[in-house]
């Protein structure tokens, strides 16, 4: 089965590729790589909650953040899609680097990451098992609670 008719079966439709925020382009292409730029989970322009992660009723919890990393992927895959035309073309998802902006107590930064991860094995089966980071922060661009980033490897 290709990778886009994988994203039809799962009802996932890539949403248009978000419109940067600041001087930078959403994905370049070199060689066989597409590298994002780091994608927020915006949803129709907007980011549907900001803060910080934590486990305190006043912080983003970590199941809604897990939420926001599906979301920021989508992102990110509306990106490379962009740039090399079909997900099919995809052979590998080589790193995905996400940061999540996180209470000073709050360590469950794999755990939110995870939402990502779990989505690109989803749609990508092996091809989309790759290298990882999930990196706790104090602040992410307009108090967004997650950016993810891909390196994905195309033919």
């Given at each position: 089965m290709s990778f886009e008719a994988k994203l039809a079966e799962l009802g996932i439709e890539l949403p248009?590729?978000?419109?940067?925020?600041?001087?930078?382009?959403?994905?370049?292409?070199?060689?066989s790589y597409v590298y994002t730029s780091g994608q927020l989970p915006f949803v129709a322009g907007a980011l549907p909650t900001t803060g910080k992660v934590g486990d305190t009723a006043e912080l983003v919890s970590a199941d809604d953040a897990k939420a926001f990393a599906r979301t920021a992927v989508l992102n990110a895959?509306?990106?490379?899609r962009a740039e090399i035309g079909s997900l099919d073309r995809v052979t590998r998802i080589v790193k995905l680097v996400g940061f999540v902006a996180s209470d000073p107590a709050f360590t469950g930064?794999?755990?939110v990451i995870n939402g990502a991860s779990e989505l690109l094995g989803e749609i990508f089966g092996?091809?989309?098992?790759?290298?990882?980071?999930?990196?706790?922060?104090?602040?992410l661009p307009l108090d967004s609670p997650v950016e993810l980033e891909l390196v994905v490897e195309f033919a």
């Open positions: 248009p590729v978000a419109p940067p925020v600041a001087a930078y382009v959403p994905a370049v292409v070199t060689g895959l509306a990106a490379v930064q794999p755990g092996d091809a989309g098992r790759h290298a990882r980071s999930a990196v706790g922060v104090a602040v």
